[in-house]
């Protein structure tokens, strides 16, 4: 089925504390009325907000930005889907078997 995946890169600027405060619950009705819902997070640092977005009931996949925590993202997430980011300048510098070892660290710690 599609999914609706809503870009919530703001989410990037604002401590875990103004998330709750005031956008979770937009995320909540989201999800409420548009499952299954994704949420983008572009981010090096999801795992700062891994358990306000672990209250949003009906979310199933998140993107989660490179330098993110990724197992602790999965700590608090353990039956959603991952969609896990690489960083596109890092990619495209480094040599095939570092892209490789990258992808592979991400899969172990998802």
């Known amino acids: ?29 989201l999800a409420a009325n548009l499952w299954p819902y994704g949420i983008h997070y572009c981010g090096n640092d999801m795992h700062k907000v891994r358990q306000e977005f672990a209250r949003v009931d009906g979310a199933e996949l998140f993107d989660v930005g490179w330098g993110s925590d990724v197992a602790v993202c999965r700590a608090a997430l353990p039956n959603a889907i991952f969609c896990l980011r690489l960083n596109p300048v890092r990619v495209s510098t480094l040599p095939r078997e570092q892209v490789v070892a990258d992808v592979e660290g991400l899969l172990r710690a998802a």
């Open 1 to 29: 089925p599609r999914i609706s995946l809503h870009s919530n890169c703001t989410v990037t600027m604002v401590s875990a504390a103004v998330y709750r405060e005031f956008l979770l619950d937009h995320d909540q009705q």
